[in-house]
């Protein structure tokens, strides 16, 4: 099936840093989607983009969709301890009804 | 406004029995989404319904079975539970499946089997 690579898998950074994720696919995707998940809850929608090349921005969050549309990246800005989480990608084909995800990248931040 | 409601948050059976875990949302969502996730694997879809009335394999639906009871409301039930079906379960509705539509997910059902 179709596959997004996520990375990196885990990031440890310093409180004030600023953070850099992406996502990639050997296959070309019409939406692409940023969720946060906290511990013990489920994924939030962060941001969603729809065309490529788009570059969208939700407060210290910043996320682009690839001109290939087969990838995407999300970075953040000044991390605070409240940015902790998984963070996930997904992907969505064109015409397709489901989701593809990464495997999350895990962000740790020290004070 | 709850969004989507998954029951219970926390379940654990021992191996063979059988379970159902509900999911209900108040977004007036037309499609609605299983998904389970375990450690390093990301989400991974269990069955999905597009619409009242229809259901669909996902990418892992083999010892699910799901019932789309009404537009409100999609549940999820383990017919002989396993221990590799141990796993933290989400629900997710849209508005619609493809297009513009991004999913929404509950609080997720923690299941443990022994």
């Known amino acids: 099936g179709q596959q997004l690579n996520q990375s990196p898998q885990s990031m440890f950074i310093q409180e004030g840093e600023d953070v850099s994720m992406n996502c990639t696919s050997s296959s070309i995707f019409n939406t692409w989607l940023w969720y946060k998940q906290d511990p013990g809850e489920g994924p939030v929608l962060l941001i969603a983009l729809y065309k490529a090349g788009e570059l969208t921005s939700n407060g210290r969050l910043t996320a682009q969709f690839g001109i290939t549309r087969k990838d995407s990246f999300l970075n953040i800005s000044a991390s605070i301890p409240s940015d902790v989480g998984i963070y996930f990608c997904a992907g969505q084909l064109s015409g397709a009804q489901k989701l593809v995800f990464g495997q999350g990248t895990r962000l740790t931040i020290n004070p | 406004n709850a969004g989507v409601t998954q029951t219970p948050k926390f379940q654990v059976l021992k191996t063979g029995q059988s379970m159902t875990l509900q999911c209900a949302q108040d977004m007036n969502h037309n499609s609605m989404y299983w998904y389970r996730q375990d450690p390093g694997m990301g989400l991974r879809l269990i069955y999905y319904?597009?619409?009242?009335?229809?259901?669909d394999k996902g990418e892992v639906p083999n010892g699910y079975n799901v019932s789309r009871l009404n537009k409100r409301e999609f549940s999820l039930r383990l017919e002989s539970a396993a221990p590799s079906q141990t796993s933290v379960y989400f629900c997710?509705?849209?508005?619609?499946?493809?297009?513009?539509?991004?999913?929404?997910f509950g609080d997720g059902t923690r299941l443990s089997i022994l």
């Open positions: 319904s597009a619409s009242e009335g229809t259901t």
């Open positions: 997710a509705s849209s508005l619609r499946t493809g297009g513009n539509q991004p999913q929404h």
